[in-house]
């Protein structure tokens, strides 16, 4: 299977790079089938690459195994070649983002029934998967990179898809240029790997560098992981970015790309590794994170935003995670995310579609009665996510918070916090959303439209969520603790080698954990319950603050945004055509009328001019080579 | 075939050409298009065929000739291709036709015509010479089409613009032909003969001081015409003012002999002195990434958003080139070509846009994607290559250049990579102010890109995929004339301060220990 590896990045990039070339021909519904089916190949091929991988261990102590496509940038000593590499790390994240992305091409093609620009969805949705496994399967920083830029520019479509809305178009740019801020960072890391280690491909890092170089290395990767996985200081266009369709939220901003940070935190885990300044920086970042963005979504009234938050919380669990050298528990946590998270924004999708749109909890409850598929897969993706037992983000969280415990136990009580935190706004979500009384029956108080019967989503949608709830519920079986050689831990240390810091805590310890992780679950449940129950707003357990994002963007407007904007209209109006053309214009004139003479030249007088031009060149000449002499 | 006079050939079609068809335009204007077309179509075969017959792994000049030429003043036609001129001659073959193509200028197109093949043909001999002062004479040569092409068939303000083009870009060339006699009067004060040969020349023995002030002088003519900050002043209103065909051909071929100009000639003939004047061209090239991209941000017009695009461009050139490591070298020759590509393409399209809905102006365009989806497609891709989009062809040259950079002057490359943020910045905001949002009555009319547009664009559209993804064609043959180059410039004598004959000198930037 080894040479067919390419095929995985294929299939998505030929449906995209096909539906392009007919767009025209294929209309809805081929075209989605068009391009569900060439992910579903690319998942059909990653499994086989992987029980490929399972079968022998021929790929050196790390089981990694390389296929060189073609040469790309070689110059010096710096090369750059399109390596595709398989090893565990790679084809955990290539089978779950395959699975996942095959489900929600499905899903979509009930969603987006009826959208003017159809096929062009598929194609964007086809690209970038086909990125975002370059991104996976990179076997050097470059073409990491590559497939890191590709998912952003998918991402830029898909989120401004409805272009021609102002808020939409807006907030594409918005995740663009973030990204980008934060791409800086990739580049600059590459820029000091390179000058110190030569390389740029992965199995052949050493970190042998100063302790300041390393850390300068891995916060440069930080900053660029805090981009792309909605960190703090860059989280803040991920909301905006719930602008786009719900499946790619589901898809996009949620389970794959918002985690291709983590990924590459754990990819560059040898250098991570070697820095414990860089890791306690992560550690700190990954924690604020998770807590910041909690606390906003405990007061969001939009569900996609309240999702949104939320989503940036559980990947501040892994960077945590990270953080703590136990990369395992990190891809623990991103793989069972990806389940219960994509499953919770389709049910949402699913929600707003049955709604005609509508996306503020204001305007829903009581929909268990009416959507029964929705309700009951939500239902467990929500009790996966807050950690009760013994769904898959209990054990998932539960050897995050392990690993931090060990690191320290200040850091433990922020992330049990954390979790409580993410308890009681998930399950307000949920109560909200399903229970209490429909609120959208009558005609809202801003004109919004009464939805009489809302209807349950085609079965296209439908079993994609089916599936989803299926792995939320035994999501945990990846990776249960005592079970040792098997599950993740074990496919994934060859990987990590002695980066890899695994808890070692006593059984009584370890009971103790996961006591309170369950008990924060239930207690946080239950304090919703108590204040949600029945009610659809308690302004003063929402207070602006919250819902504004502590200020965030005003902030950035204030001290970066409308700086930028006067210093670019200074120059663009003053600087350049007044100061510098000026300048310019003005020597023109002192150089004894010049610009009265040049109105002569353009009368034609093309042979005065060309007396001129020797007469100046030999004043010039002259006075040249009087300085000389 | 290895005697096949390909440089000469090369330079005889397009000049030829430019007669041919001012002479058969008088009569019959359609004939001189159709002319001008097979004769441009000709060259590119021709550049495609030296392509071919071009040595990979070759660092030193292939196809050279020399041919007495005003030999009592010392002047060869001497001519010669490397690895980094290689490329600037097929990107000069390619854009000309696809200007004739992509542009018009309406009826009487002859002159439009006839100026643009003398312009591709000085422009190629330019690239071409290994004479200084055949150079020079190229070099000035095209100047006048350009003149012409602005003056003639230009926009509103064309004549201030192609004046303003015309006396900055030859003041400057002043100071290149004061540069060149001095060092071929040195030259001749040394040994004896009077030559304007690359390669004698190379080895003239100078003082740190003099050897600093030619390079300057040389560094202006070309700096005004690259153009390097803050030499740029003429730019952006030229290239507003000017046809979009003339904007085609000055910013992507033109732009070039300033850049390329510095690379074969500053770098050859002073390499000592290029390395004390790094840190101040750094600088400039630093600070024209950073004032390109942000006044790129507070334009409203298109076009005049572009040339700043190309100043910030050009900096990451002139970065790469004094960075004086192989990836910043090759990273500054493949960015030449490559930015010629996407630049040529900016303009057509915008050029496009313009004619169906008359404007340049970002306040007036509103909502093309919509009636357009075509032509924003292909706007798309180009602007996301001009961003730098790994996999498409603006990303290897930027990376090289920034990546090369930093391993020999570092803190210029950190601040250049902070360029990167603002030149997505200002595109995205112009993308979404033309392209995104409601179309009005009259947009909405808009018809999308013709086949014959769509086939006219094509090339370029493929080349930006071609290079990004298989670069390894372009590097490996510029490669080994970069090393080349570069075993120049570490060979360079240590300054001390030489006294030759009488000339007693001070460095301009007093740094020449």
């Known amino acids: 299977m080894n040479h067919l590896i390419f095929l995985i990045i294929a299939f998505p990039l030929l449906g995209g790079v096909s539906l392009i070339a007919m767009s025209r021909r294929v209309r809805e519904p081929l075209a989605g089938w068009v391009a569900t089916a060439a992910v579903g190949l690319s998942f059909l091929t990653t499994l086989g690459v992987f029980i490929t991988l399972l079968g022998s261990h021929s790929g050196g102590p790390s089981h990694a195994v390389t296929q060189h496509l073609f040469d790309w940038i070689n110059v010096g000593a710096l090369h750059a070649n399109m390596d595709l590499t398989v090893d565990p790390l790679s084809i955990t994240m290539c089978l779950f983002v395959t699975g996942i992305s095959t489900l929600i091409h499905l899903y979509s093609i009930g969603y987006m029934h009826g959208e003017k620009d159809f096929t062009k969805f598929f194609i964007y949705l086809n690209l970038f998967v086909a990125s975002m496994l370059i991104l996976v399967l990179g076997g050097n920083m470059l073409l990491t990179f590559t497939g890191w830029e590709g998912v952003g520019v998918c991402s830029y479509w898909l989120v401004s898809y409805y272009f021609q809305k102002d808020s939409a178009a807006s907030a594409g740019k918005k995740a663009f240029i973030y990204n980008r801020v934060a791409d800086v960072g990739f580049l600059l890391a590459m820029f000091v790997i390179f000058f110190n280690e030569h390389t740029l491909t992965y199995s052949k890092m050493t970190a042998h560098m100063s302790s300041l170089t390393l850390t300068m290395a891995v916060l440069a990767l930080l900053f660029a992981a805090a981009g792309k996985s909605a960190q703090i200081p860059l989280f803040n266009w991920l909301p905006d970015a719930m602008e786009g369709p719900t499946p790619v939220s589901a898809l996009i901003h949620a389970a794959t790309m918002v985690t291709a940070g983590v990924y590459l935190l754990c990819r560059m885990h040898v250098v991570v590794s070697a820095s414990p300044t860089g890791q306690w920086v992560i550690c700190g970042i990954g924690l604020a994170t998770a807590f910041v963005a909690a606390t906003i979504a405990t007061s969001q009234s939009d569900i996609k935003k309240g999702l949104a938050f939320s989503t940036v919380s559980q990947i501040g669990y892994m960077v945590l995670a990270v953080g703590t050298g136990d990369y395992v528990a990190a891809m623990f946590l991103m793989v069972a995310h990806a389940f219960f998270k994509a499953l919770l924004f389709l049910g949402s999708g699913s929600v707003i579609h049955a709604l005609d749109g509508e996306q503020e909890m204001g305007r829903m409850g009581g929909l268990r009665k009416y959507l029964p598929w929705t309700y009951g897969t939500f239902l467990f993706g929500w009790l996966a996510i807050i950690g009760v037992p013994p769904f898959a983000g209990f054990w998932a969280k539960g050897s995050v918070l392990d690993a931090v415990f060990g690191k320290s136990p200040w850091l433990w009580a922020g992330g049990l916090f954390t979790a409580l935190l993410t308890a009681y706004y998930m399950s307000r979500l949920f109560y909200l959303t399903f229970t209490g009384s429909a609120r959208f029956t009558e005609q809202g108080p801003n004109g919004e439209a009464a939805v009489a019967h809302p209807h349950e989503s085609p079965w296209t949608m439908r079993l994609p969520l089916v599936i989803l709830a299926f792995c939320s519920i035994f999501g945990g079986l990846l990776n249960l603790p005592w079970v040792h050689g098997f599950g993740l831990e074990a496919f994934l240390s060859p990987v990590f080698g002695s980066s890899l810091v695994v808890p070692a805590d006593s059984m009584t310890k370890q009971f103790l954990l996961a006591g309170a992780d369950a008990l924060v679950a239930v207690l946080g449940l239950t304090i919703a319950w108590v204040l949600w129950r029945g009610r659809s707003e308690r302004p003063e357990l929402t207070p602006a603050f919250l819902a504004k994002v502590w200020y965030w963007d005003n902030f950035y407007d204030t001290i970066i945004g409308r700086p930028a904007t006067a210093l670019a209209n200074f120059t663009a109006e003053v600087v350049d055509p007044l100061v510098l053309d000026g300048a310019v214009d003005g020597t023109a004139a002192a150089v004894g009328g010049l610009a009265t003479r040049l109105r002569k030249v353009h009368n034609g007088q093309i042979r005065s001019y060309g007396v001129g031009i020797i007469f100046g060149l030999l004043v010039i000449l002259v006075s040249f080579l009087v300085v000389v002499g | ?513």
């Open chain 2, 1 to 513: 075939m290895h005697t096949f006079p390909y440089l000469v050939v090369l330079l005889c079609i397009p000049l030829f050409g430019a007669g041919l068809v001012g002479l058969v335009g008088l009569r019959a204007p359609q004939a001189a298009r159709v002319l001008a077309l097979a004769a441009t179509a000709l060259e590119l075969v021709f550049a495609v065929a030296l392509l071919v017959a071009f040595k990979t792994h070759v660092g030193t000049f292939q196809f050279e000739s020399t041919h007495t030429w005003m030999a009592p003043l010392g002047i060869s036609f001497s001519l010669g291709v490397d690895g980094i001129s290689l490329f600037l001659v097929l990107l000069t073959a390619l854009i000309v036709p696809i200007v004739i193509l992509g542009t018009s200028v309406g009826e009487k197109a002859t002159g439009y015509l006839a100026w643009l093949l003398l312009l591709q043909g000085a422009s190629v001999a330019s690239f071409v010479s290994l004479d200084l002062m055949l150079f020079f004479f190229a070099f000035e040569l095209t100047l006048v089409p350009s003149y012409f092409l602005i003056v003639k068939y230009g926009h509103e303000r064309r004549a201030y613009a192609a004046t303003k083009f015309f006396v900055m870009t030859f003041l400057g060339s002043a100071f290149l032909l004061v540069g060149i006699l001095v060092l071929a009067f040195q030259h001749q004060n040394q040994t004896g003969v009077l030559t304007f040969s690359l390669a004698a020349l190379q080895h003239t023995t100078l003082s740190s001081g003099l050897a600093v002030w030619l390079s300057l002088a040389f560094l202006v003519a070309f700096g005004v015409k690259a153009p390097i900050f803050p030499l740029h002043t003429w730019s952006p209103t030229t290239y507003r003012e000017a046809p979009e065909g003339g904007s085609m051909v000055l910013s992507a071929i033109l732009a070039k002999l300033g850049t390329y100009g510095i690379l074969r000639f500053n770098l050859t003939l002073f390499p000592h002195a290029s390395k004390t004047l790094a840190p101040l061209v750094l600088t400039l090239a630093a600070i024209g990434v950073l004032y390109g991209a942000i006044t790129a941000s507070g334009q409203h017009d298109m076009k005049r958003l572009i040339a700043y695009s190309s100043l910030a461009q050009v900096g990451f050139i002139i970065l790469g080139t004094f960075s004086f490591s192989p990836q910043g070298l090759t990273g500054a020759v493949t960015m030449m070509v490559n930015h010629g590509i996407i630049t040529a393409a900016f303009f057509m399209l915008i050029g496009w846009i313009a004619q169906r809905r008359g404007s340049f102006d970002t306040a007036v365009l509103k909502g093309l994607q919509g009636p357009v989806p075509v032509l924003a497609g292909v706007f798309t891709v180009t602007m996301l290559a001009s961003i730098g989009l790994p996999g498409l062809n603006g990303f290897v040259g930027e990376f090289l250049v920034l990546i090369g950079t930093f391993t020999t002057h570092r803190w210029w490359a950190v601040v250049a990579t902070t360029g990167v943020v603002v030149a997505a910045m200002y595109l995205l905001w112009n993308y979404q102010q033309v392209f995104h949002g409601k179309a009005d009555a009259e947009t909405e009319t808009m018809h999308d890109l013709t086949t014959k547009e769509r086939l006219t664009i094509a090339p370029l559209l493929a080349l930006i995929v071609l290079l990004g993804v298989y670069p390894k064609f372009m590097l490996d043959r510029i490669e080994p004339s970069v090393h080349r180059e570069l075993a120049g410039i570490t060979a360079a004598a240590p300054a001390t301060a030489i006294q030759t004959h009488h000339v007693t000198f001070t460095s301009p930037v007093g740094g020449a220990r």
